[in-house]
């Protein structure tokens, strides 16, 4: 059973609409983190979390908030979406520490037109 | 600029062939290199990681030539298979602080394996 799951898995937004991704995991770790997918720039870190009420900004955090909760949940907020955050989103999981493993979901495919 | 480069966008190599996916990077204190592996519709999953104080990390068919002076590593995956098809990040952490434990990822080379 996948230990890190996204909802929804496909989503159409329109310009300045309010959406929100959630990302549950059931590996017990206390740091999750959000990351978008895309074309010539790989994976990008947008919030990350070291445990249920706490956020940190990532490298690309401008209009995005993070939510996380409880240990299990994680949310990405998108106030007033715009094109330019048609992307894939992914979640991911781990232990703390520099030589974890992160381990991912299978990603949300967001369309906001 | 891009702190963890990978030279390649896409690499094709025959069935039986020695991939070979190239990675640099900038900051020298990072001390951490795993590869992730992403199959079409699917998130990554870690491949093979190695530390900065081993020069060379082997899991099977998988390789990591690591060059701490250059700044550089590889990955080789030997006995190319079709299902070695996938999207292959490189990625770094190192540093202090709470910095130090975020990845840093490449761009990410696509190896197509062909029969």
């Known amino acids: 059973e996948a230990a890190v799951t996204q909802s929804p898995r496909n989503k159409v937004a329109v310009t300045g609409g309010k959406v929100t991704l959630s990302c549950n995991q059931t590996n017990n770790h206390n740091n999750m983190y959000w990351y978008r997918q895309d074309t010539g720039h790989g994976l990008r870190l947008i919030h990350y979390?070291?445990?249920?009420?706490?956020?940190e900004k990532g490298d690309i955090p401008d209009g995005y908030k993070a939510s996380r909760p409880s240990q299990e949940n994680f949310s990405l907020i998108l106030e007033l979406a715009t094109p330019s955050q048609t992307s894939v989103y992914f979640c991911?999981?781990?232990?703390?520490?520099?030589?974890?493993?992160?381990?991912f979901g299978p990603g949300t495919r967001l369309t906001v037109l | 600029q891009q702190q963890v480069r990978q030279s390649s966008q896409s690499l094709t190599v025959w069935e039986g062939e020695t991939a070979i996916l190239n990675c640099s990077y900038e900051n020298s204190a990072f001390d951490y290199f795993p590869w992730y592996q992403q199959f079409p519709g699917e998130g990554p999953a870690l491949l093979i990681a190695i530390r900065s104080v081993s020069d060379k990390k082997e899991d099977g068919r998988f390789t990591i030539f690591f060059n701490k002076r250059e700044k550089n590593l590889s990955l080789h995956i030997k006995d190319s298979q079709p299902g070695d098809s996938a999207t292959y990040f490189c990625?770094?952490?190192?540093?202090?602080?709470?910095?130090?434990?975020?990845?840093?990822f490449g761009i990410g080379t696509l190896l197509s394996v062909k029969p």
């Open positions: 991911a999981s781990g232990d703390p520490g520099r030589y974890a493993e992160q381990f």
């Open positions: 990625a770094a952490s190192g540093g202090y602080g709470s910095s130090g434990n975020k990845l840093i």
């Open positions: 979390s070291y445990g249920a009420g706490s956020t």
